[in-house]
């Protein structure tokens, strides 16, 4: 089991920056790839960004260039630094650590959600 937690959410200007956590704790050694997402009202949760345990990471079109992944292995956290903020990247956030088990079945967790909102 994996438990992720994500932290950071809040009210920003339209331009301006925030930085999202996720703290996971649990079986953190069987996570494959730590990932954003995030779902805006009447709209399908689509993915951010992504980041694997080899260090790999991908990003979503509409945030390439202005979102940055990382991760902290000593603090068990990943984070998403959020620049040039606009009103369409406003949404509820999740953190989503998986892992792969046995004959490859893939076994998602997920935070709860960090509320962003930006203002125009």
């Known amino acids: 089991q994996v438990q992720p937690a994500e932290s950071g959410g809040g009210l920003v200007q339209s331009g301006g920056s925030l930085r999202l956590s996720c703290l996971a704790s649990?079986?953190?050694?069987?996570?494959?790839?730590t990932g954003w997402y995030r779902q805006a009202p009447g709209k399908q949760r689509e993915l951010v960004a992504v980041?694997?345990?080899?260090?790999?990471?991908n990003y979503a079109d509409s945030v390439r260039g202005r979102f940055t992944t990382s991760r902290d292995n000593a603090k068990n956290t990943v984070y998403l630094q959020m620049n040039s903020l606009k009103p369409e990247d406003a949404a509820v956030y999740y953190c989503?650590?998986?892992?792969?088990?046995?004959?490859?079945?893939?076994?998602?967790?997920w935070g709860q959600g960090t509320q962003v909102t930006v203002s125009s």
């Open positions: 980041i694997t345990s080899g260090g790999s990471i």
């Open positions: 649990g079986s953190i050694f069987s996570i494959n790839a």
């Open positions: 989503n650590a998986y892992r792969t088990g046995d004959w490859g079945i893939r076994y998602d967790y």
